[in-house]
C-alpha cells in the first residue's frame, strides 16, 4: 500500500511548489520517492507474471523525475506535484506500450497503452488495426474493459490518414494519433488499503491485451 505520508507530501507540495520549500523537505521527499519506489518495485514482477516482457525493467528507470521541466510552458512551478511510473520493454524512455500508474492525492489513477509515438510507429499500428480489426475490436470492446478504462482515448485526425479507407470498421481507431486507456480516479483512503495493489494489478491484465496487439504492430 502507499502510505498516507506520501500523500500528505504531495498535498503540501502542491501547495508550496518552491525550491525553498523542497530543499527544507527534501528528507520528507526522499522518504515519500522511497515508498512510490517500493511499491514499483513490488509490482513489477507481479505485473511480469502474465507481461514477461517488463520481467528485466527496473524500478529506477520507470520512475519520472519530480523536476518540471520549464523552459518551454507558462507554467514556472519547478516540481510535478505527483509521482508517475511507466512499466513497459526497455523503461520509461522508450515508445513501447505501457503500464502507468499517477500518484496524485485525490487524483490517482492507472493507465497505459501507446502514447509518445514516431511516425512509422504510428503508420505500423494503424496499418495492424486496419488488418486485423476484429481483434482489436475485440479487445477494446470486451465489457471488462470499457467497465475499467471505458473507450480508448488519444489525438486523432479528422479525416482518414493516407492509405486508408473511410469503410474500415475499425476507421475512429485508425484515425488516432495515440492508443491509451484510463481508470476513473482512486480515493485516498483506497490508494492506502492493502487492496490497492490488486485494483492496480486486475486492470493491468485488462489492459495487457491491448499492449500486446500494439507492440506487435510496432516490432514486427
Same mark, same amino acid.
Request: charged share 30%; with cysteine; net charge positive.
Given at each position: 500500500?502507499?502510505?498516507?505520508?506520501?500523500?500528505?507530501?504531495?498535498?503540501?507540495?502542491?501547495?508550496?511548489?518552491? =525550491?525553498?520549500?523542497?530543499?527544507?523537505?527534501?528528507?520528507?521527499?526522499?522518504?515519500?520517492?522511497?515508498?512510490? %519506489?517500493?511499491?514499483?518495485?513490488?509490482?513489477?514482477?507481479? *505485473?511480469?507474471?502474465?507481461?514477461?516482457?517488463?520481467?528485466?525493467? =527496473?524500478?529506477?528507470?520507470?520512475?519520472?523525475?519530480?523536476?518540471?521541466?520549464?523552459?518551454?510552458?507558462?507554467?514556472?512551478?519547478?516540481?510535478?506535484? !505527483?509521482?508517475?511510473?511507466? %512499466?513497459?520493454?526497455?523503461?520509461?524512455? +522508450?515508445?513501447?506500450? +505501457?503500464?502507468?500508474? !499517477?500518484?496524485?492525492?485525490?487524483? *490517482?489513477?492507472?493507465?497505459?497503452?501507446?502514447?509518445? %509515438?514516431?511516425?512509422?510507429?504510428?503508420?505500423?499500428?494503424?496499418?495492424?488495426?486496419?488488418?486485423?480489426? +476484429?481483434?482489436?475490436?475485440?479487445?477494446?470492446?470486451?465489457?471488462?474493459?470499457?467497465?475499467?478504462?471505458?473507450? *480508448?482515448?488519444?489525438?486523432?485526425?479528422?479525416?482518414?490518414?493516407?492509405?486508408?479507407?473511410?469503410? +474500415?470498421?475499425?476507421?475512429?481507431?485508425?484515425? !488516432?494519433? $495515440?492508443?491509451? *486507456?484510463?481508470?476513473?480516479?482512486?480515493?485516498?483512503?483506497?490508494?492506502?488499503?492493502?487492496?490497492?495493489? =490488486? =485494483?492496480?494489478?486486475?486492470?493491468?491484465?485488462?489492459? $495487457?491485451?491491448?499492449?500486446?496487439? %500494439?507492440?506487435?504492430?510496432?516490432?514486427?
Amino acid at each position: 500500500m502507499i502510505q498516507k505520508s506520501t500523500l500528505q507530501f504531495l498535498k503540501e507540495l502542491k501547495k508550496n511548489n518552491t =525550491k525553498e520549500w523542497f530543499d527544507i523537505n527534501r528528507k520528507e521527499y526522499e522518504a515519500a520517492k522511497k515508498d512510490f %519506489l517500493n511499491f514499483i518495485e513490488n509490482l513489477i514482477p507481479k *505485473v511480469a507474471a502474465f507481461d514477461p516482457e517488463i520481467a528485466e525493467v =527496473k524500478s529506477k528507470d520507470t520512475i519520472f523525475r519530480i523536476n518540471r521541466d520549464v523552459r518551454f510552458g507558462k507554467d514556472k512551478t519547478p516540481y510535478r506535484a !505527483h509521482f508517475g511510473a511507466v %512499466l513497459c520493454l526497455k523503461g520509461r524512455k +522508450s515508445t513501447y506500450p +505501457s503500464y502507468y500508474i !499517477h500518484l496524485e492525492p485525490s487524483g *490517482v489513477w492507472v493507465g497505459g497503452g501507446a502514447y509518445m %509515438l514516431m511516425p512509422n510507429e504510428l503508420q505500423k499500428i494503424r496499418q495492424e488495426i486496419d488488418y486485423n480489426s +476484429s481483434e482489436f475490436l475485440k479487445i477494446v470492446e470486451n465489457k471488462k474493459f470499457t467497465q475499467i478504462f471505458g473507450t *480508448v482515448r488519444g489525438e486523432a485526425l479528422v479525416k482518414p490518414p493516407k492509405g486508408f479507407e473511410a469503410t +474500415s470498421e475499425a476507421i475512429n481507431y485508425i484515425k !488516432h494519433k $495515440q492508443w491509451y *486507456v484510463m481508470t476513473a480516479t482512486f480515493s485516498d483512503a483506497e490508494v492506502q488499503s492493502e487492496m490497492f495493489e =490488486k =485494483k492496480v494489478i486486475d486492470s493491468f491484465k485488462i489492459l $495487457q491485451p491491448l499492449n500486446v496487439f %500494439l507492440q506487435r504492430a510496432m516490432i514486427d
